[in-house]
């Protein structure tokens, strides 16, 4: 499966920013979906999962009730809607997708896609 993450940019604390993440396959439906990130000088870190039925979730701490996961089967897309950023919240977007539930870990990703830069900034 191959994946792309687009719609990165540069915002202002307290804005909201969408990312997408299509895959090439429809082989999409069967995975579990995450987004994970980087930022400078640190290990990437994991963000949220969504079953592949969509059904289950699952966030990091640092961004629950300001991210959401959620996926379109129909279209092979996975989003991630970001609310309330914060400059920590600066890092390059990667989205996944492993076979294994809840894929929170790079050893349960299967696939990574592109990165998408998102940066906060005044």
């Known amino acids: 499966v191959q994946l792309q993450a687009y719609g990165g940019g540069l915002v202002q604390p307290g804005d909201s920013l969408r990312l997408s993440c299509a895959a090439s396959?429809?082989?999409?439906?069967?995975?579990?979906m995450s987004w994970f990130r980087q930022a400078p000088g640190k290990e990437r870190e994991f963000m949220a999962a969504?079953?592949?039925?969509?059904?289950?979730?699952n966030y990091a701490n640092s961004v629950k009730g300001r991210f959401t996961i959620s996926r379109d089967n129909a279209k092979n897309t996975v989003y991630l809607q970001m609310n309330s950023l914060k400059p920590e919240d600066t890092a390059v977007y990667y989205c996944?997708?492993?076979?294994?539930?809840?894929?929170?870990?790079?050893?349960?990703?299967?696939?990574w896609g592109r990165g998408t830069q998102v940066t906060v900034s005044s």
């Open positions: 969504l079953y592949r039925l969509g059904t289950n979730t």
């Open positions: 996944a997708a492993g076979s294994t539930w809840p894929p929170t870990t790079p050893t349960r990703v299967n696939f």
């Open positions: 396959e429809r082989t999409f439906k069967t995975y579990h």
